[in-house]
């Protein structure tokens, strides 16, 4: 029998991946085809999605091998041809209105709960170009630590320039670094096929009484009455079944709020600005402040 990680329901809905309403008229989330012209040979990320009648976490049921999945971010994005010009842009300063403001947003939600001028060391993963951990740098005690763990090499130079020590690629990994004072992540854990596993790992690179930042898309409301592109996420979360995982993990929970337009709006394309990525009900991100105890 199947049960729901998050609170051990064993009633589901089933959501068509990438597709869940087939009379929308949005056309504006990619389709199959598109995908799989773009990523040839790498359309792993399909079929249905648990989604728990209680709760409202959902899991995508054919999840990919670890070989496939790694095979996939080398194609689409570890390996992209225009990754060295983003790296270029990001050097120069060069991002966009809207990623710059969610960062602003997310150190301002991560600065009510932990004191910047104290702080001594801080993780993030899955940084990519780092523009939270830049953020938090810039309002922290100058001693403090910012390390970074992200795939492949185009990044390093990134960060050694901006201070940032980059000690992994991939997470879980042992370092003797830790533990963390604070760990950050952003649209990162909808990827990772173990959920339970890597939260509960997170709590242990904490020190008692430290916090870990996630930030997930939000999946409650009326995600699934939209079609938007799901891949490649693996799981799906609302703020009820990120507080059940975050409390299975042994943390806990502080503060989980949603920010930004809601996911209709979204999925027509439109470009919120700074006020409008701000914390609002209904949001289409879910923003989570995790304590360990």
Not at 42 to 53: A, S
Not at 105 to 129: P, R
Not at 153 to 164: A, S
Not at 237 to 250: D, I, P
């Amino acid at each position: 029998m199947t049960i729901c990680l998050a609170c051990s329901s064993d009633t589901f809905q089933q959501k068509v991946y990438d597709h869940h309403h087939f009379n929308s008229s949005n056309n504006v989330a990619l389709s199959e085809h598109a995908i799989k012209n773009l990523v040839p040979d790498h359309f792993i990320f399909k079929g249905l999605v648990n989604v728990c009648d209680q709760c409202g976490h959902g899991v995508l049921l054919m999840i990919p091998s670890d070989e496939q999945i790694t095979d996939f971010y080398n194609t689409a994005f570890w390996g992209r041809e225009d990754l060295p010009k983003r790296v270029k842009l990001a050097s120069t300063g060069c991002f966009s209105n809207v990623h710059l403001a969610r960062a602003k947003h997310q150190k301002q939600f991560i600065s009510q709960y932990v004191d910047l001028n104290n702080l001594k060391s801080c993780l993030e993963i899955g940084a990519g170009d780092a523009l939270l951990s830049k953020a938090l740098k810039r309002y922290s005690n100058p001693t403090a630590n910012f390390f970074i763990c992200e795939p492949g090499e185009h990044w390093n130079d990134y960060y050694r320039n901006e201070g940032l020590k980059k000690i992994a690629d991939f997470f879980p990994f042992s370092c003797s670094r830790e533990p963390y004072e604070l760990i950050v992540t952003s649209h990162w854990l909808e990827h990772i096929p173990d959920v339970g596993g890597t939260l509960t790992s997170l709590n242990s690179k904490l020190k008692a009484g430290g916090k870990l930042f996630i930030e997930v898309p939000n999946t409650g409301y009326d995600y699934w009455h939209v079609n938007v592109k799901d891949t490649p996420h693996i799981h799906f979360f609302t703020k009820h079944s990120l507080a059940r995982l975050a409390e299975n993990a042994g943390f806990k929970v502080i503060e989980i709020a949603e920010f930004g337009i809601p996911i209709a709006e979204h999925v027509t394309g439109k470009k919120p600005n700074f006020e409008e990525l701000s914390q609002k009900p209904r949001g289409y991100a879910l923003s989570a402040i995790l304590e360990k105890d």
